[in-house]
T-cell receptor
Framework: GEDVEQSLFLSVREGDSSVINCTYT??????LYWYKQEPGAGLQLLTY?????DMKQDQRLTVLLNKKDKHLSLRIADTQTGDSAIYFC??????????FGKGTRLHILP | EPEVTQTPSHQVTQMGQEVILRCVPI?????FYWYRQILGQKVEFLVS????????KSEIFDDQFSVERPDGSNFTLKIRSTKLEDSAMYFC??????????????FGPGTRLTVL
């Protein structure tokens, strides 16, 4: 079945790069996403990548997709305190259903 | 920028009562979804809706749940007889301005449902 796994916590010093990793089991996904959830808020779409791409860069965000290893990562350059949130990896399929990981809580150290 | 809105932001109800959660999707979208997130757990797919009917539903979406698009703007999730385990954040999403497959889903801010 479809499953998406992420580590639950990541601590990064302000100004450093954060790398959040995700693995998935079903390679038939069409899109892979990163969503951000701030405390008490909804899900904000950060970025997405087509499943036939390897990399996507969007300002401070870099998404890398390794289809062979079924591994997706999100790199946030120059991490700021405002980046503190839970980051959800997710994949979608032809039936439009999205499967989410449990989320990685990013904590920024001063 | 267009966004998905949801009301209410927080709903408290007694066990066994019916609740209706409301969503206004982005106006030119064609596909609509409900997800839920029990506190501390992952976001789970409930149901997708297109062309006035359910396209896909998960095993969570049992006979206690129903969805409706009563007019051209609202999309509702009804829980007929709430249980304690229905307490969660419920997210609405919409996608598919072009009706294409796997278009990006945009989420609303969520309704926190608390069942006492």
């Amino acid at each position: 079945g479809e499953d998406v796994e992420q580590s639950l916590f990541l601590s990064v010093r302000e100004g450093d790069s954060s790398v959040i990793n995700c693995t998935y089991t079903d390679s038939s996904s069409t899109y892979l996403y990163w969503y951000k959830q701030e405390p008490g808020a909804g899900l904000q779409l950060l970025t997405y990548i087509f499943s036939n791409m390897d990399m996507k860069q969007d300002q401070r965000l870099t998404v890398l997709l390794n289809k062979k290893d079924k591994h997706l990562s999100l790199r946030i350059a120059d991490t700021q305190t405002g980046d503190s949130a839970i980051y959800f990896c997710a994949e979608s399929f032809r039936d439009d259903k999205i499967i989410f990981g449990k989320g990685t809580r990013l904590h920024i150290l001063p | 920028e267009p966004e998905v809105t949801q009301t209410p932001s927080h709903q408290v109800t007694q066990m066994g009562q019916e609740v209706i959660l409301r969503c206004v999707p982005i106006s030119n979208h064609l596909y609509f979804y409900w997800y839920r997130q029990i506190l501390g757990q992952k976001v789970e797919f409930l149901v997708s809706f297109y062309n006035n009917e359910i396209s896909e539903k998960s095993e969570i979406f049992d006979d206690q749940f129903s969805v409706e698009r009563p007019d051209g703007s609202n999309f509702t999730l009804k829980i007929r007889s709430t249980k304690l385990e229905d307490s969660a954040m419920y997210f609405c999403a919409s996608s598919g301005a072009t009706g294409g497959l796997a278009d990006t889903q945009y989420f609303g801010p969520g309704t926190r449902l608390t069942v006492l």
